[in-house]
């Protein structure tokens, strides 16, 4: 049985010598396709990595020139807090009809639409987050929102603005398939000139805590 | 009546096929043969990956290009009290410069208002690829594919 199945394997080993070094070199160019077709993916990827980091900058920019409020802290002087909502709307000269919320990023996510790829996916409602709040592991809990950091960000005095974009990317060699992208972005304004003086509001005024050892 | 008609092989033919049988039998410069016929595929592979990441390459350029002229124009200048947008499209021309180096086609790099509040920066270029395969919306393009990248940002207050 075993030799019947060497003097098998023998006689069509001999009848594909011929040729052989023509099936290696196609072998070779179908796995070298094969990872092409991969690194070209990756490199879209990376591509649209940068994309979307620029698009958070975007975002956050215009949320900071569009919502930002500038004023005289009687304690901390000139600094910006972004407005968020209609409570957090200072009492009076903010002019903007937008707050930074869903429906302003979805009005900057529509302008940028243009130059956007077509197999880039992007849900502005659910797929962008501002000031998200992190789990103990450094994830982002999607739908959360940190509004203290609006009005108070890293520095202890200005409000800031992180944006999440989480993105789908449609593969070309794995058809049907998308990868998923995600990256942010910071923005964070300062005041140097004081324009208004006015009596803010109690809940946006800082207060230090000191620990007394 | 129905029938059918046999064809002969005239001497000539039969020295042909005797000829090319033989030539098949010599195994001098088989492999130079198999050679040849993969080398279209191997030239195939090669010009399909300068041209997707020669593409991807472009692509990125543009894009970081369209968001520093974007980021430039929205930036309020107090002392002339107004924006600088032949300042961000220096800006744009300059990393397209750094970045991709003196080019064959013209890179246009457009600034302009997008309602009263927003500037809208656009680069865009009809490449011509060393292999012209692929474009990035799909298989097969074989002219040039224009590579546009855009970015709409708030202006600053004044």
Redesign the interface.
């Known amino acids: 049985m075993v030799k019947n199945i060497k003097n098998k394997f023998q006689k069509l080993y001999k009848f594909r010598k011929?040729?052989s070094?023509?099936i290696v070199?196609?072998f070779y160019?179908l796995m070298?396709?094969a990872f092409?077709g991969f690194?070209?993916d990756i490199?879209?990827i990376?591509?649209l990595k940068?994309?979307t980091r620029?698009?958070a900058?975007?975002i956050a920019?215009?949320?900071v020139?569009?919502c930002?409020h500038v004023y005289q802290d009687s304690v901390n002087g000139a600094r910006v807090v972004i407005v968020h909502d209609v409570e957090s709307r200072p009492l009076k000269d903010y002019k903007s009809p937008y707050y930074a919320d869903k429906r302003y990023v979805r009005e900057?996510f529509n302008?940028?639409k243009?130059?956007m790829?077509?197999?880039y996916h992007v849900d502005p409602d659910k797929d962008i987050l501002l000031n998200p709040y992190y789990t103990g592991s450094g994830n982002v809990i999607p739908g959360s929102i940190n509004k203290r950091r609006f009005e108070i960000g890293s520095d202890g005095i200005n409000g800031e603005v992180e944006v999440h974009i989480t993105a789908k990317v449609d593969l070309f060699f794995l058809p049907g398939r998308q990868a998923t992208i995600h990256e942010s972005a910071i923005a964070q304004p300062s005041a140097t000139l004081t324009r208004h003086y006015e009596i803010i509001r109690e809940e946006q005024r800082i207060f230090f805590e000191y620990i007394n050892w | 009546m129905t029938g059918f008609s046999q064809t002969y092989l005239t001497f000539k033919e039969v020295g042909w096929f005797y000829m090319f049988k033989s030539l098949m039998k010599k195994k001098k410069g088989q492999a130079m043969i198999e050679m040849v016929c993969v080398l279209g595929l191997y030239l195939f592979l090669i010009g399909f990956m300068i041209t997707g990441f020669q593409i991807m390459h472009n692509k990125m350029v543009y894009s970081m290009a369209a968001y520093e002229g974007v980021r430039t124009a929205i930036a309020y200048n107090p002392t002339t009290g107004g924006y600088n947008i032949s300042g961000a499209k220096d800006r744009a021309e300059k990393i397209l410069k750094s970045q991709i180096g003196e080019t064959n086609g013209l890179i246009r790099v457009e600034i302009v208002p997008d309602g009263s509040d927003y500037y809208k920066c656009t680069v865009e270029a009809d490449v011509k690829f060393l292999f012209p395969i692929i474009n990035p919306n799909g298989l097969g393009a074989m002219r040039e594919s224009t590579i546009s990248t855009s970015f709409t940002m708030r202006k600053e207050r004044p």
Do not use: C, P, Q
């Open positions: 011929k040729g070094i023509l070199t196609l160019v070298a396709l092409l690194s070209y490199a879209r990376m591509y940068s994309y620029n698009l900058s975007v920019l215009s949320i020139n569009e930002g900057i302008r940028n243009s130059g790829d077509k197999t």
